[in-house]
């Protein structure tokens, strides 16, 4: 099986700067993509980042520029150092993992999420 555990949350001011970290466990064939999503009071889960094996990232409009998404491979961990937070950044971030079992089956997987909270 296969956990994800988020963390690096916390409380900061508006441009201020955090790093969450995801590290997964568990046995996957590979990694078809690993994604961080958030979801911010009151709103629908918004895709802000995801990478991909081959190194391919895309970052959603409201955080291109601040937020930066990596992958250490050999930790099986994922990054989204975050900066230049604004108070609308605010928000229960997800790390989502999508993983190959090798015999043509994909599932995705999902971390229970770490709290973001930007203060103006």
């Known amino acids: 099986q296969v956990q994800l555990v988020e963390s690096g949350g916390g409380s900061v001011q508006a441009g201020g700067a955090l790093k969450l970290t995801c590290a997964a466990s568990?046995?996957?064939?590979?990694?078809?993509?690993m994604l961080w999503y958030r979801q911010a009071p009151g709103k629908e889960r918004e895709l802000g980042s995801t990478i991909v094996s081959d190194g391919t990232t895309t970052y959603g409009d409201s955080v291109r520029g601040r937020f930066t998404i990596a992958q250490d491979n050999a930790k099986n961990t994922l990054y989204l150092p975050m900066n230049s937070l604004k108070t609308e950044d605010t928000a229960v971030y997800y790390c989502a993992l999508c993983g190959d079992d090798g015999l043509g089956t994909r599932r995705s997987y999902w971390g229970q999420g770490t709290q973001v909270t930007v203060s103006s």
């Open positions: 568990g046995y996957i064939f590979s990694n078809c993509g």
